[in-house]
DNA sequence: AATGAATGAGCCTTCATTCAT
DNA sequence: AATGAATGAAGGCTCATTCAT
């Protein structure tokens, strides 16, 4: 009988979410849970004790991302220049949004299952509006725009960027990121 | 256009369009061909002969916010100030891809089937080039901006205001659309 | 007002005819009559007047291989000896159905819906059931087998050549046959 | 062979493969994989999961008479004359190809995707190759077929029987492999 | 008589999820 | 806990035939 251990499992978790990486970057959707099962050689029914529905998988996948985000932006605000900070922010958020699909979707999500994308949404957004109103105050950002304003507009430049050709994409990048931040201007 | 002859027929592609219309609107997905021939109570081999995939039923649904999205431009384009006409079309243009579900998508794909959507897309290509190259003769516009590059933006803004929940959108709209023409300035 | 003469829909039934034998040919069935309204360019219901079904089809197609048929037949009728015609009258059949596809399983078909089908087999049997007797009486063939046998048989050898690859049929179809006529021999 | 591991899951293969059978024998085509589901009343996912396509059913019907089929022709090479060894198996092999709908299907393809019905064939080659060289060789066959005609020959019989009416077929069979036999010797 | 739009049964297949082993 | 068989709704599509125009 093997009586398998918390390592055992958390190593399964990893693997899945190894596999399920792969899959999204290669084919752009996360993979079905059964699909994963045949990739990964588990049994369909120890896929679902991990992740229980297809948005748990999802959210399971961003967690990792998410974090790196909440440490661009962590980062970012530890630049003594409150506008430098805050564009530093936006422009590390977008681009990694833009490198990691699925990333910017549950961002703007409203909710969140799984508690560690929740809790690290809740950071980023406190982040957030701390560095947008350090920004304001120093009146190097527009005053009338609201933290949310920001998250959707990051996402906005993020799907623009994506309408670009792969080939090419840093500077396409660069150059909506300059549009968005001289809009954002004060 | 009403290309079928037969008054029936067109009578019938009608009902289709206004019913895949109202699910796409609510659902915010294209219905599938055999949803859609429950919701009208047709039978699935007439919707098939009004539209052989689920493409051309996309297609199909563009045409007319298209038509509508030319005229905007269009008349942007008689604006005497070449700055001034520019603006006019873009925000004319996101205005109208946020109400309509699935325009922008249609404006921003490579290719098109239907060939009255592919013609309709040509003449915004067209006119959209002219508005942007004169308004950046006229110093109106940022001179390293390319007519693919507005369209982009574009959806992106058009995505962003999406995000925003629908109370309150017109006034979401306005601000980022301030937002990206300035940051779209010379 | 176009008065369509008999001469009108005759030509419309050749025609039709034609078009259905090509892609018979090139597809190895027979094709639906949509299909083959499309091919020809004439509306469904026009098809539907000329062969009211399928199996109609079916048989307008295989009327003219059939009358051929029975002028093979008749030629080898002709020939003075009893068991070289009979063997004659037999070549020349299972040649001509594995050119002609279809042709056979007309020939081994119990009923006929079409009178010129059926009038034509009507001949056979009694050209093919004249030709046996006399090569028996002649003791040329095996007394125990009936027309009925000849005729399958001749279909199963044209199975049989049917199964081997196209190129170098006609060596396969040499040999099956002086199989088949040594087994027949009395 | 009882690949699957579940007792449960066995039973519903041979539950499948034995209504797919009476289908067969009375319809003379295999049934679609929905119309099984529906005979049987499982759901349509497990007959898919037994039989992934059309072909995986029609092989998998053909699995068992094709043992048969070996078995057959591995007695007749147990008779010591090899004359008699070779037309006893050719009996044997078109009295059971007439007897199973199908089986002369699977013999007469080129290829095999179930990996039983691969070998089962090629062990079938082997066994026909070797009697019909020891029946030329001790003269009692036509030097010039080849193991592939009598197989196609073999069929084009099976075919031939089959269109006589059910009763009395036995009769019909003797007969026509007295004519397939006679036509094969040397 | 010609036309072609409409019909709808029915096949193929996928997939998220449950549950017996 | 792990496994993988079973489920069945649902979507995609074809096609023989009927019938309104």
Redesign the pocket.
């Known amino acids: 009988m093997?009586?398998?251990t918390?390592a055992?499992?958390h190593r399964?978790r990893v693997r899945l979410l190894a596999a399920a990486r792969t899959r999204h970057r290669a084919e752009g959707r996360?993979?079905?849970?059964?699909?994963l099962?045949r990739d990964v050689?588990?049994?369909?029914?120890?896929?679902?004790?991990?992740f229980?529905?297809?948005?748990a998988l999802e959210e399971g996948l961003a967690v990792e991302p998410l974090l790196r985000l909440v440490a661009v932006v962590r980062d970012a605000a530890a630049v003594g220049d409150p506008g430098e900070a805050f564009e530093r922010a936006v422009r590390g958020s977008v681009a990694l949004q833009v490198r990691e699909v699925g990333l910017g979707e549950v961002v703007t999500a409203q909710d969140a299952v799984d508690p560690d994308v929740a809790a690290a949404k809740a950071e980023l957004r406190s982040l957030g509006r701390a560095l947008l109103e350090a920004a304001q105050k120093a009146e190097a950002v527009r005053p009338d725009v609201e933290p949310a304003d920001v998250e959707r507009l990051a996402r906005g430049v993020e799907v623009a960027v994506r309408l670009a050709p792969e080939r090419g994409r840093a500077a396409v990048l660069a150059a909506y990121l300059e549009v968005l931040l001289a809009g954002l201007r004060a």
């Open positions: 093997p009586r398998p918390r055992d499992a399964n996360v993979p079905g849970l059964n699909e099962a050689g588990m049994g369909v029914g120890t896929v679902y004790r991990h229980p529905t297809q948005r």
